[in-house]
């Protein structure tokens, strides 16, 4: 499988934690982390393969690239994150 560049949006929530733990634990070829949080959330980092990533906010552009979304952030979020994320490309 490519390297692969994934989104995790909720990512500074438990869910979201965790998905990121298990990318890592399972070694997933991921070749850019970008995690996705609300704008109280935005600019916090996550550590992922022992090194801190900052956190973006859900915009529009966010999914630019994006091969995978992962979606664990509450109903709102992420009802307006797979809008953006649609716009981009399937991400049903």
Do not use: H, W
């Not at 692969?4 to 850019?32: C, D, H, W, Y």
């Not at 906010?57 to 307006?80: E, K, N, W």
């Amino acid at each position: 499988m490519k390297n692969v560049r994934v989104a995790v949006v909720g990512a500074t929530g438990l869910v979201g934690q965790k998905m990121i733990q298990v990318l890592e634990e399972r070694n997933f070829p991921v070749s850019e982390l970008v995690p996705v949080a609300s704008e109280r959330s935005a600019g916090k980092q996550v550590t992922f393969r022992g090194k801190p990533v900052t956190v973006q906010p859900l915009s529009s552009t966010v999914f630019d690239g994006v091969t995978y979304a992962l979606f664990s952030a509450g109903g709102s979020v992420s009802s307006d994150g797979k809008t953006g994320c649609r716009s981009r490309r399937n991400c049903d």
